[in-house]
């Protein structure tokens, strides 16, 4: 038991309260006293917590305690609103995500109180609730982010206990691979308006977000290339908007295959306005289309189900012409190009595919669907499958 009597302490301080009880305090870097959360009952169980402290201050990290008194959910609210760049339906993930499966669970706990062990237990807790991986994953990297932000550059705790092993992967449920045999019946199934909506997004690689916000000015004249500058961006509660695409990657220009061209350009005849910033694909009033009105008017759910493709999403069919382009034997870096996606490798992000490539790509493409055609025309389909 350590003996302070007659001598002074070279870091903080001990004092004996009228109860019997020890309470430690000392000088923090800010010149501010801070004393001990709680008060101890032995004089060596203080000095130790002292000593703590000290290596904490001498290694640089240091936080104020009081500031760590701020609760997660609070702090949580906060970073989503002050997050720059986040795009609205993201941010409003985010708020949902915090709202139905944070925030009621362990949003009012203290900051300076958060470890590793809280996390793992909220995240047992809500699997057993019957919460899937992949929404837990998702929670799980918002956490992550917001503490990372408490640490650095905020220095409102010292770690992040966000250290979970496997905690932020995903383990989403294989979706359908359609062919293109598929593809073309589904064209030609759902109502003529947006037969060619189908084929570009699946022989394309285009987002529904994506695809619905192009103009006439975004495609060429002869239909041989798309141009991807904004996407449509559905936020709850407010509709529609337009903005940029979901990453910096997003901006591009993707070769349309040949034997697509000329299906786009019978759409653009029949059912787009002849002005530059006249929208591709419309409701049939000619305004926006939302992705619950697109899938009454076409009736997606049904044409799906008719064709033996049950729980097929109109995502699907990018995930399809993304398998399909890799087959071209293409670079990643190509590839990625005309995907779209934002790798968080900087250098992928503004690498840019050579219009070679992207030839090269819509011509194995091309292909592909000609041989669709040759082993479907004996069966008497027409020669050019969903618009006839």
């Not at 004092?15 to 001990?36: I, V």
């Not at 493709?309 to 870096?333: E, I, P």
Request: contains cysteine; charged residues 30%; glycine residues 8%.
């Amino acid at each position: 038991m350590p003996n302070n009597k007659g001598r002074k302490r070279r870091f903080g301080s001990i004092r004996k309260t009228n109860l019997g009880e020890y309470q430690a305090s000392y000088l923090g870097p800010d010149g501010r006293r801070h004393f001990a959360p709680h008060r101890f009952k032995r004089e060596r169980d203080a000095d130790r917590w002292l000593n703590n402290v000290e290596s904490v201050i001498i290694a640089g990290d240091w936080t104020d305690p009081e500031r760590g008194k701020i609760s997660l959910g609070e702090y949580a609210s906060k970073w989503i609103d002050e997050r720059p760049g986040l795009r609205p339906r993201t941010a409003e993930l985010y708020r949902w995500l915090l709202r139905k499966h944070i925030a009621p669970y362990i949003g009012e706990t203290e900051l300076r109180r958060l470890s590793a062990a809280v996390i793992r237990q909220w995240r047992a807790e809500r699997l057993a609730a019957g919460v899937s991986t992949s929404v837990l994953a998702k929670c799980y990297r918002l956490m992550r982010g917001v503490l990372n932000t408490a640490v650095d550059p905020d220095a409102i705790i010292t770690r992040n206990p966000c250290k979970v092993p496997g905690a932020d992967k995903e383990n989403p449920d294989e979706r359908p691979l359609v062919t293109v045999a598929q593809v073309f019946e589904l064209a030609s199934k759902v109502p003529d308006r947006w037969g060619a909506m189908v084929l570009l997004a699946a022989f394309t690689s285009l987002r529904y977000g994506e695809v619905t916000a192009l103009r006439r000015c975004d495609l060429a004249e002869n239909a041989s290339t798309v141009r991807v500058t904004r996407a449509f961006v559905d936020v709850p509660g407010k509709g529609l908007s337009a903005g940029p695409p979901k990453s910096r990657a997003g901006v591009r220009t993707v070769t349309v295959p040949h034997a697509v061209r000329p299906l786009l350009l019978k759409h653009l005849a029949l059912f787009v306005k002849p002005d530059d910033d006249a929208l591709l694909f419309t409701g049939k009033k000619g305004n926006p289309l939302r992705r619950p009105n697109f899938a009454q008017l076409s009736k997606w759910t049904e044409v799906v189900e008719d064709l033996g493709l049950k729980g097929l999403h109109f995502h699907d069919l990018r995930h399809a012409g993304n398998v399909w382009a890799s087959k071209a034997g293409m670079s990643t870096k190509d590839l990625m190009a005309r995907m779209g996606h934002d790798d968080m490798r900087a250098a992928l992000i503004y690498q840019r595919a050579t219009d070679e490539a992207g030839e090269r790509i819509a011509e194995t493409l091309s292909k592909l669907i000609e041989e669709h055609r040759r082993t479907e025309r004996p069966k008497g389909k027409p020669e050019n499958g969903a618009a006839e």
